[in-house]
């Protein structure tokens, strides 16, 4: 008698689906590295001045935020560039030139304020002087971004964003009413006044920033590098479906832990800075220094540490972004996987960035006027930025057939106004 036939539907080996750790990449990096020391202190500031009454702005702005970062990751998988390379090839040159100089001196001083914060807390944890550990953290900063292999130096960033947590088991140590903080999510209480109006504009342009645009669009591209069998979707359109499934799922979880965090660093202000009447934190160091008589040792220990490995993460970005949007403008070979020799200017321009970054904290610029001046290039880049990814990836000649569906169009447009509004709000409570 012969064998039973084999079951057909066992022998077929379905396809398994990637786990979630291996799904998260670039969206998951870009996210955490949003919420930087420069972040953490704005965060900080209002928490300690609002308390609880901004915190809608955090839900209001995580769906805004997945759409442009999705837009500008689907920007890079499709074409193979990143945006500046785009912007060179699709626009006049004068657009590319003036939006990437205005980028790279907003880095420039981010790197700065966060170079600071970064030397402030190691001071504070274990004494010393600032200005040496913030030459240390930037030279540790350039020496991985420049000597490690790529594949390894993402795991490490990866692993960074662990950092983030620090800033919820702060929150849990404190007492917080949640029920309040549930009803402040979903209630906004808005206000006219000039100060309520520049802290939500000081959110939105900390959350939503031109450095990330960049950076996930370009990580995009590496990962197309790195991967022997991935094409630009436009060369192989049938790896579509899945990499937009993976770009939708790592953006929106990369996103969500970002806003979480920020969330948790507000409440966390506003359940101790604020409730004991701490109403003027300028940087995040001060908020970590302000925290150790009202919550205890414990999470003033923890918030500092949080700060350092925060920055770790945001600096390479930073200075990252900057050498891609240079690299591509002017023609230069770019990217991370590249070997040293290989990509001498990309890798200088990463070298310069942060260098001036230092710098900066040797200077007698004073670093809190040079974070306002940051975040207000910043809210000026944002808007046109997002108006050509927005124009760019609707566009048949850069997109192909994977130009924009409608409804990542309409949040990615929202967005786009969201912060155009944003920006005339910085100009209209400027010096109120």
Same mark, same amino acid.
């Given at each position: 008698?012969?064998?039973?036939?084999?079951? /057909?539907?066992?022998?077929?080996?379905?396809?398994?689906?990637?786990? #979630?750790?291996?799904?998260?990449?670039?969206?998951?990096?870009?996210?955490?590295?949003?919420?930087? &020391?420069? @972040?953490?202190?704005?965060?900080?500031?209002?928490?300690?001045?609002?308390?609880?009454?901004?915190?809608?702005?955090?839900? $209001?702005?995580?769906?805004?935020?997945?759409?442009?970062?999705?837009?500008?990751?689907?920007?890079?998988?499709?074409? @193979?560039?990143? %945006?500046?390379?785009?912007?060179?090839?699709?626009?006049?040159?004068?657009?590319?030139?003036?939006?990437?100089?205005?980028?790279?001196?907003?880095?420039?001083?981010?790197?700065?304020?966060?170079?600071?914060?970064?030397?402030?807390?190691?001071?504070?944890?274990?004494? @010393? &002087?600032?200005?040496?550990?913030?030459?240390?953290?930037?030279?540790?900063?350039?020496?991985?971004?420049?000597?490690?292999?790529?594949?390894?130096?993402?795991?490490?960033?990866?692993?960074?964003?662990?950092?983030?947590?620090?800033?919820?088991?702060?929150?849990?140590?404190?007492?917080?009413?949640?029920?309040?903080?549930?009803?402040?999510?979903?209630?906004?209480?808005?206000?006219?006044?000039?100060?309520?109006?520049?802290?939500?504009?000081?959110?939105?342009?900390?959350?939503?920033?031109?450095?990330?645009?960049?950076?996930?669009?370009?990580?995009?591209?590496?990962?197309?590098?790195?991967?022997?069998?991935?094409?630009?979707?436009? /060369?192989?359109?049938?790896?579509?479906?899945?990499?937009?499934?993976?770009?939708?799922?790592?953006?929106?979880?990369?996103? *969500?832990?970002?806003?979480?965090?920020?969330?948790?660093? %507000?409440?966390?202000?506003?359940?101790?800075?604020?409730?004991?009447?701490?109403?003027?934190?300028?940087?995040?160091?001060?908020?970590?220094?302000?925290?150790?008589?009202?919550?205890?040792?414990?999470?003033?220990?923890?918030?500092?540490?949080?700060?350092?490995?925060?920055?770790?993460?945001? #600096?390479?970005?930073?200075?990252?972004?900057?050498?891609?949007?240079?690299?591509?403008?002017? @023609?230069?070979?770019?990217?991370?996987?590249?070997? &040293?020799?290989?990509?001498?200017?990309?890798?200088?321009?990463?070298?310069?960035?942060?260098?001036?970054?230092?710098?900066?904290?040797?200077?007698?610029?004073?670093?809190?006027? *040079?974070?306002?001046?940051?975040?207000?290039?910043?809210?000026?880049?944002?808007?046109?930025?997002?108006?050509?990814?927005?124009?760019?990836?609707?566009?048949?000649?850069?997109?192909?057939?994977?130009?924009?569906?409608?409804?990542?169009?309409?949040?990615?447009?929202?967005?786009? *106004?969201?912060?155009? #509004?944003?920006?005339?709000?910085? $100009?209209?409570?400027?010096?109120?």
């Amino acid at each position: 008698m012969s064998a039973a036939a084999p079951n /057909r539907a066992e022998d077929v080996k379905q396809p398994e689906r990637p786990k #979630l750790l291996q799904v998260l990449g670039p969206g998951l990096i870009t996210g955490a590295s949003d919420d930087d &020391p420069s @972040g953490i202190a704005t965060y900080s500031q209002v928490g300690a001045q609002f308390g609880y009454g901004l915190s809608w702005v955090m839900l $209001f702005s995580w769906p805004l935020m997945c759409a442009i970062q999705e837009i500008a990751a689907r920007i890079g998988r499709v074409t @193979g560039r990143g %945006i500046a390379g785009n912007l060179k090839r699709h626009y006049p040159a004068s657009i590319g030139y003036s939006i990437v100089a205005l980028l790279v001196v907003a880095n420039i001083i981010n790197l700065g304020a966060d170079l600071g914060a970064m030397g402030a807390a190691l001071k504070l944890l274990i004494g @010393g &002087p600032a200005l040496a550990y913030v030459a240390a953290f930037g030279l540790v900063s350039v020496l991985l971004e420049v000597f490690s292999r790529y594949s390894r130096y993402v795991s490490v960033l990866k692993w960074l964003t662990l950092s983030l947590f620090a800033y919820v088991g702060v929150a849990f140590v404190v007492h917080i009413p949640w029920t309040t903080v549930a009803y402040n999510l979903v209630v906004p209480h808005v206000s006219l006044n000039a100060g309520y109006l520049t802290a939500v504009v000081a959110i939105l342009g900390t959350t939503i920033s031109p450095y990330l645009f960049f950076w996930q669009a370009e990580e995009e591209v590496e990962e197309v590098k790195e991967r022997p069998d991935a094409k630009p979707l436009q /060369r192989a359109p049938q790896q579509a479906p899945p990499e937009f499934r993976r770009i939708r799922i790592d953006t929106m979880v990369g996103m *969500a832990i970002s806003n979480a965090v920020a969330l948790f660093v %507000i409440l966390t202000a506003a359940a101790t800075l604020n409730a004991h009447g701490v109403t003027d934190i300028q940087t995040s160091a001060q908020a970590a220094e302000a925290l150790r008589p009202i919550a205890g040792p414990f999470a003033f220990f923890v918030f500092a540490l949080g700060i350092i490995g925060t920055g770790l993460l945001a #600096l390479p970005v930073l200075a990252g972004s900057s050498a891609y949007a240079l690299g591509e403008t002017f @023609g230069w070979h770019v990217g991370l996987a590249r070997k &040293p020799r290989r990509a001498k200017a990309f890798y200088a321009a990463i070298a310069v960035a942060t260098l001036l970054g230092v710098l900066l904290n040797m200077s007698p610029i004073d670093p809190i006027k *040079a974070l306002f001046w940051s975040a207000v290039i910043n809210g000026v880049v944002a808007v046109p930025v997002m108006a050509l990814m927005m124009h760019l990836s609707s566009h048949k000649a850069a997109m192909g057939e994977f130009k924009l569906h409608p409804g990542l169009k309409v949040v990615g447009w929202a967005a786009t *106004a969201v912060m155009a #509004l944003a920006a005339v709000g910085l $100009f209209a409570t400027w010096g109120q």
